[in-house]
T-cell receptor, first 114, second 112 residues
Framework: AQSVTQPDIHITVSEGASLELRCNYSYGATPYLFWYVQSPGQGLQLLLKYFSGDTLVQGIKGFEAEFKRSQSSFNLRKPSVHWSDAAEYFC????????????FGKGTRLHILP | DAGITQSPRHKVTETGTPVTLRCHQTENHRYMYWYRQDPGHGLRLIHYSYGVKDTDKGEVSDGYSVSRSKTEDFLLTLESATSSQTSVYFCAITRGANYGYTFGSGTRLTVV
């Protein structure tokens, strides 16, 4: 069965520091992988996605993620965070089929120190 | 996103009453989904649709029903609202999983 694990519920980093949010997935075939961001009181916005090709994918707002099949991971990175990056981040996995469902992790809340 | 709207944005209702939430899209996407979001649980799939009159249950479907009589509208009904259904409800649409989902702005439902 599909599943997504985000091991960190909360992460705090200083503004200007680098960021890595972890995501591990379980899936029987080559998955589609996504990262979404949710600012307080808002809906979810797609940051980036991977479904084939180059395993390092670039997204919006300066984010990137790397797909590592051997580790079943899809970690999100940013070299220098800004205060506006404070939000909740969701990793998700899906794989087509009749229903094209995507399963979400429980999320990681990112706090930024000034 | 301009292509998907949820209504109402906020609703307070009493235990035992029926409630219907509406998701409307202008993108002509085939797939539509209803999720609920609760602290510590992330997003959990309630029901989904892969076409007009084609719907199926997600992981937390008890107490909910859906209908899709037109491509653009996907309705979620709480048949008899309970306090455990107090949540934020999100609708999502996609033309296919590899595109990712587009989410609505959510409906905050409080059952008192």
């Amino acid at each position: 069965a599909q599943s997504v694990t985000q091991p960190d519920i909360h992460i705090t980093v200083s503004e200007g520091a680098s960021l890595e949010l972890r995501c591990n997935y379980s899936y029987g075939a080559t998955p589609y992988l996504f990262w979404y961001v949710q600012s307080p009181g808002q809906g979810l916005q797609l940051l980036l996605k991977y479904f084939s090709g180059d395993t390092l994918v670039q997204g919006i707002k300066g984010f990137e993620a790397e797909f590592k099949r051997s580790q079943s991971s899809f970690n999100l990175r940013k070299p220098s965070v800004h205060w506006s990056d404070a939000a909740e981040y969701f990793c998700a996995v899906g794989g087509g089929g009749r229903d094209d469902k995507i399963i979400f992790g429980k999320g990681t809340r990112l706090h930024i120190l000034p | 996103d301009a292509g998907i709207t949820q209504s109402p944005r906020h609703k307070v209702t009493e235990t035992g009453t029926p409630v219907t939430l509406r998701c409307h899209q202008t993108e002509n996407h085939r797939y539509m989904y209803w999720y609920r979001q609760d602290p510590g649980h992330g997003l959990r799939l309630i029901h989904y649709s892969y076409g007009v009159k084609d719907t199926d249950k997600g992981e937390v479907s008890d107490g909910y029903s859906v209908s899709r009589s037109k491509t653009e509208d996907f309705l979620l009904t709480l048949e008899s609202a309970t306090s455990s259904q107090t949540s934020v409800y999100f609708c999502a649409i996609t033309r296919g999983a590899n595109y990712g989902y587009t989410f609505g702005s959510g409906t905050r439902l409080t059952v008192v």
